[in-house]
C-alpha cells in the first residue's frame, strides 16, 4: 500500500509518481451523475486504514500523506472528483470551472451562493485568492542550495508538497464584487488548469493563526508582484506569517481543543480522533451539496497490520478494509462468508530511491547498489501471489497499462538492472566497502520484507546495510538520517504532475536532493504542453535520465484489494488515493 500520495499527481503519487500523461483530460467531464436527495439513516460505517492521520493539511510538505488526503477529500468540498474511470467530474452544488477564453487562458472559478464552512462563516472568493498563493508558488524568489534544499537568497513562503509549475504563470485579474467568482489568467497554455480547484484552508482560520488581518492579506496576495529568484524581494512579512502558519499549524498528534483547525467545507466533520487508533466523523449540517452520505458516521479505524484488518472484518468489528494485498490476505479473505471482495489495479508503486549526498554522491556507487536490488524476487514473493502476471517495474514515470511503457523501457536503460549483478557491483566497487543507512515503514510488511532481501544480496556485493527503518518514517523524508529509502507513490490517475514533483530539483516532493538540467527543462515544459503524444515522448526523454543518473529502481506496481460486508452497497473498486472512499455519498446500508 502506497504511504504518500502525490499532487494532482497530490499524487498512475505525493498526483503523481507514475506517469499519468496517458490519462491527461482535455477539460472536466460534462456529464455528472444526477443529483438525489438520498436520506442519511441513523447508521455507522467503519472503514479500516492502513496509515495513521496526522494533520488536516495534506497540501503541505508535512501533511503529503495518504490518509491526511483521504480525511481532506471527505471534509472539504471542491470544484470537482474523480470518478473510478479517471474522469475529472464537476461538482456544480459547489460551483463551476470555466473556460472564457483560450488566448490567453482565462479560467472562471464561480462559488455557487450560501457555501460556508462548519463554523458558518462564509466561503468566498478570498477562500479561492489564499489557496491559490499558497498551492501556486508565485510569490518565491528563493534560490535553494541544491545539497541542502534550504534558500540561500530570497524567500520561500508555502512549503507546498505539489508541483506549482504552470500555476505559477498565472494572475488573479478579476474578483466579482460579490466574491463569488474570480477569473485566473495564464501567461501560458497549461495542460492541467481543469484540476486547479483553488480550494486549501479557511482563510479566516489562516489570519487569525497568522496574526494578520484577513482583508490586508488578501489585498497582499492580490497586489504582490511574482517572486523572481533574480531579483529577490525583501519577506513580504504578511505573506510570510500566514506562510509559516499553514506549513505546520494544521499537524496535529491528536484533536485540538480548538476546532478552528479542522473545520469542514464538506459532507463530513470531525467529531473525535484517538491517536494510532480511530477517528470518527459526523454528519456536516452546514453542508449544502450533493454529495451527501446516506449514514450519519464514519468511522476510521488506523490498523497496519493486514492480517489485523482481516480479523476486524471477519468479527464485524470494521465494515470495509483496504489492506496491503498479499496471498495469505486474499486467501483469508475469500474464506469469509459474507464479504465481497474486489481487486484491481492500483495506482500506486514501490521503489526504491537514493540520496545524492554521503556514499551515494558517487555514480559508481549508486549503480553498484542497484545492481544488487532482488527486484525480481520481490515480485514472486510479494505481489505473484495476489496477482500471477505481475512484473518487475521497469519505468518510474509509466505503468505497464500505458501505451508508452514499452517504449520507454526499450529505451530508458532499464535492462542495466535487469538481473542481480553481484559481480558487477563488485567490480564497481573496487573493494569499497560502503554503508548504507535504508530506510522504510517497519509497520510495512512488503517493506519489511524489501528490506531484507536488499540488506542480503547487497551484502553479497561488499555494502553494509543499517537498517534505519521507522515507524515516522515520512516525516524524515529529505533528513540526512538515511542514504536509500523504500516508498511508495500513489497517483489520482489524472494530471501531469509528476516530474515537476518529484524528479524537478525544485520540486516539491524531491526528498533526494536530484538535479538533473534536463529534467528541470522538461519539468518546466510539460505543464505548457498540450499534445499529449509530445508529453509522453518528454516523459519517455525523462525516465531514460533517471536511470543514466542511477537515481533509484521502480520496484513493482500495487496490486489493489479491498473487502467489505456484503450489507454494505455501492462500493466500487477504485485504485487511485480517495481509495475506497471516492464514492462514499453512493453507499447505503442493508438494514
Given at each position: 500500500?502506497?504511504?504518500?500520495?502525490?499532487?494532482?499527481?497530490?499524487?498512475?503519487?505525493?498526483?503523481?509518481?507514475?506517469g499519468?500523461?496517458a490519462?491527461v483530460?482535455?477539460?472536466?467531464?460534462?456529464?455528472?451523475?444526477?443529483?438525489?436527495e438520498?436520506t442519511?439513516?441513523?447508521?455507522?460505517v467503519?472503514?479500516?486504514?492502513?496509515?495513521?492521520?496526522?494533520?488536516?493539511?495534506?497540501?503541505?510538505?508535512?501533511?503529503?500523506?495518504?490518509?491526511n488526503?483521504?480525511?481532506?477529500?471527505?471534509?472539504?468540498?471542491t470544484?470537482?472528483?474523480?470518478?473510478?474511470?479517471?474522469?475529472?467530474?464537476?461538482?456544480?452544488?459547489?460551483?463551476?470551472?470555466e473556460?472564457v477564453?483560450?488566448?490567453?487562458?482565462?479560467?472562471?472559478?464561480?462559488?455557487?451562493?450560501?457555501?460556508?464552512w462548519?463554523?458558518g462563516e462564509?466561503?468566498?472568493?478570498?477562500?479561492l485568492?489564499?489557496?491559490?498563493?499558497?498551492?501556486?508558488g508565485?510569490?518565491?524568489?528563493?534560490t535553494?542550495d541544491?545539497e541542502?534544499?534550504?534558500?540561500?537568497?530570497?524567500?520561500?513562503?508555502?512549503?507546498?508538497?505539489?508541483?506549482t509549475?504552470?500555476?505559477?504563470?498565472?494572475?488573479?485579474t478579476?474578483?466579482?464584487?460579490?466574491?463569488?467568482?474570480?477569473v485566473?489568467?495564464y501567461?501560458?497554455?497549461?495542460v492541467?488548469?481543469?484540476?486547479?480547484?483553488?480550494?486549501?484552508?479557511?482563510?479566516h482560520?489562516?489570519a487569525?493563526?497568522?496574526?494578520?488581518?484577513?482583508?490586508?492579506?488578501?489585498d497582499t496576495?492580490?497586489t504582490?508582484?511574482?517572486?523572481?529568484?533574480?531579483?529577490?524581494?525583501?519577506?513580504?512579512?504578511?505573506?510570510?506569517?500566514?506562510?509559516?502558519?499553514?506549513?505546520?499549524?494544521?499537524?496535529?498528534?491528536?484533536?485540538?481543543d480548538?476546532?478552528?483547525?479542522?473545520?469542514?467545507?464538506?459532507?463530513?466533520?470531525?467529531?473525535?480522533y484517538?491517536?494510532?487508533q480511530?477517528?470518527?466523523l459526523?454528519?456536516?449540517?452546514?453542508?449544502?451539496?450533493?454529495?451527501?452520505?446516506?449514514?450519519?458516521?464514519?468511522?476510521i479505524?488506523?490498523i497496519g497490520d493486514?492480517?489485523?484488518?482481516?480479523?476486524?472484518?471477519?468479527?464485524?468489528?470494521?465494515?470495509?478494509?483496504?489492506?496491503?494485498?498479499?496471498g495469505?490476505?486474499l486467501?483469508?479473505?475469500?474464506?469469509?462468508?459474507?464479504?465481497?471482495?474486489?481487486?484491481?489495479?492500483?495506482?500506486n508503486?514501490?521503489?526504491?530511491?537514493?540520496?545524492?549526498?554521503?556514499?551515494?554522491?558517487?555514480q559508481?556507487?549508486?549503480?553498484?547498489?542497484?545492481?544488487?536490488?532482488?527486484?525480481?524476487?520481490?515480485?514472486?514473493?510479494l505481489?505473484?501471489?495476489?496477482?500471477?502476471?505481475?512484473?518487475?517495474?521497469?519505468s518510474?514515470?509509466f505503468?505497464p497499462?500505458?501505451?508508452?511503457?514499452e517504449?520507454?523501457?526499450?529505451?530508458?536503460?532499464?535492462?542495466?538492472?535487469?538481473?542481480?549483478?553481484?559481480e558487477g557491483?563488485?567490480?564497481?566497487?573496487?573493494?569499497?566497502?560502503?554503508?548504507?543507512?535504508?530506510m522504510?515503514?517497519?509497520?510495512?510488511?512488503?517493506?519489511?520484507?524489501?528490506?531484507?532481501?536488499i540488506q542480503?544480496?547487497?551484502?553479497?556485493?561488499?555494502?553494509?546495510?543499517?537498517?534505519v527503518?521507522?515507524?515516522?518514517?515520512s516525516a524524515?523524508l529529505?533528513?540526512?538520517i538515511?542514504?536509500?529509502v523504500?516508498?511508495g507513490?500513489?497517483?489520482?490517475g489524472?494530471?501531469?504532475?509528476?516530474?515537476?514533483?518529484?524528479f524537478?530539483?525544485?520540486?516539491?516532493?524531491?526528498?533526494?536532493?536530484?538535479?538533473?538540467?534536463?529534467?528541470?527543462?522538461?519539468?518546466?515544459?510539460?505543464?505548457?504542453?498540450?499534445?499529449?503524444?509530445?508529453?509522453?515522448?518528454l516523459?519517455?526523454?525523462?525516465?531514460?535520465?533517471?536511470?543514466?543518473?542511477?537515481?533509484?529502481?521502480?520496484l513493482?506496481?500495487g496490486?489493489?484489494?479491498?473487502?467489505?460486508?456484503d450489507?454494505?452497497?455501492?462500493?466500487?473498486?477504485?485504485?487511485?488515493?480517495?481509495g475506497?472512499?471516492?464514492?462514499?455519498?453512493?453507499?447505503?446500508?442493508?438494514e
Open positions: 500500500m502506497s504511504d504518500k500520495t502525490t499532487w494532482r499527481m497530490r499524487a498512475l503519487g505525493v498526483a503523481a509518481g507514475v499519468v500523461t490519462l483530460l482535455a477539460g472536466c467531464s460534462t456529464t455528472p451523475p444526477e443529483a438525489e438520498p442519511a439513516t441513523d447508521t455507522a467503519t472503514v479500516a486504514e492502513t496509515n495513521e492521520f496526522t494533520g488536516t493539511n495534506s497540501n503541505s510538505d508535512n501533511g503529503n500523506l495518504d490518509i488526503g483521504k480525511i481532506d477529500y471527505l471534509t472539504k468540498s470544484f470537482y472528483y474523480v470518478s473510478d474511470s479517471y474522469e475529472v467530474v464537476p461538482d456544480e452544488s459547489f460551483g463551476t470551472m473556460v477564453s483560450e488566448d490567453p487562458l482565462q479560467v472562471k472559478y464561480t462559488l455557487n451562493d450560501g457555501l460556508v462548519s463554523d462564509p466561503i468566498t472568493t478570498d477562500d485568492v489564499f489557496g491559490w498563493a499558497a498551492t501556486s508565485v510569490f518565491d524568489d528563493a535553494l541544491p541542502t534544499g534550504e534558500p540561500t537568497s530570497g524567500t520561500k513562503y508555502f512549503a507546498y508538497a505539489g508541483s509549475e504552470g500555476l505559477k504563470t498565472s494572475t488573479i478579476e474578483v466579482a464584487e460579490d466574491k463569488l467568482s474570480l485566473l489568467e501567461d501560458e497554455p497549461f492541467d488548469w481543469n484540476i486547479q480547484d483553488l480550494m486549501d484552508q479557511p482563510v482560520v489562516v487569525e493563526k497568522a496574526g494578520v488581518d484577513q482583508a490586508e492579506l488578501i496576495i492580490l504582490s508582484p511574482r517572486g523572481d529568484a533574480a531579483a529577490p524581494a525583501p519577506v513580504n512579512e504578511t505573506l510570510k506569517a500566514a506562510a509559516d502558519f499553514w506549513n505546520s499549524g494544521f499537524d496535529m498528534t491528536s484533536l485540538p480548538d476546532p478552528s483547525l479542522y473545520l469542514s467545507s464538506g459532507p463530513w466533520i470531525i467529531d473525535s484517538e491517536p494510532t480511530s477517528m470518527t459526523k454528519l456536516n449540517d452546514k453542508y449544502t451539496g450533493d454529495l451527501k452520505p446516506q449514514f450519519s458516521e464514519l468511522v479505524r488506523f493486514a492480517q489485523a484488518q482481516v480479523t476486524a472484518l471477519q468479527n464485524g468489528e470494521v465494515d470495509i478494509i483496504a489492506p496491503q494485498a498479499s495469505d490476505t486467501t483469508a479473505l475469500q474464506a469469509i462468508d459474507g464479504v465481497e471482495v474486489l481487486q484491481g489495479d492500483a495506482l508503486y514501490d521503489h526504491l530511491d537514493l540520496t545524492f549526498a554521503g556514499p551515494f554522491a558517487e559508481n556507487v549508486r549503480e553498484a547498489f542497484l545492481k544488487t536490488i532482488p527486484r525480481q524476487q520481490l515480485v514472486d514473493t505481489i505473484k501471489p495476489v496477482n500471477p502476471e505481475a512484473e518487475v517495474l521497469n518510474q514515470l505503468i497499462a500505458q501505451a508508452p511503457y517504449d520507454a523501457v526499450a529505451s530508458n536503460g532499464s535492462d542495466a538492472y535487469a538481473e542481480v549483478d553481484i557491483a563488485k567490480e564497481l566497487l573496487a573493494g569499497a566497502t560502503p554503508t548504507i543507512r535504508l522504510y515503514n517497519i509497520n510495512n510488511p512488503n517493506r519489511v520484507a524489501a528490506f531484507e532481501a542480503a544480496s547487497a551484502a553479497e556485493a561488499g555494502f553494509v546495510i543499517e537498517d527503518g521507522r515507524e515516522d518514517w524524515q529529505g533528513s540526512d538515511y542514504d536509500a523504500i516508498f507513490w500513489i497517483s489520482p489524472v494530471g501531469n504532475g509528476t516530474i515537476p514533483q518529484i524537478a530539483s525544485f520540486g516539491g516532493s524531491n526528498f533526494n536532493k536530484y538535479a538533473n538540467e534536463r529534467v528541470d527543462e522538461i519539468a518546466r515544459e510539460i505543464p505548457t504542453t498540450l499534445d499529449l503524444d509530445t508529453i509522453d515522448e516523459t519517455i526523454e525523462a525516465d531514460g535520465e533517471l536511470f543514466a543518473d542511477a537515481y533509484g529502481l521502480p513493482f506496481q496490486p489493489g484489494l479491498e473487502a467489505h460486508a450489507n454494505i452497497e455501492g462500493i466500487t473498486f477504485m485504485g487511485n488515493q480517495t475506497v472512499f471516492w464514492n462514499f455519498w453512493e453507499w447505503t446500508v442493508a
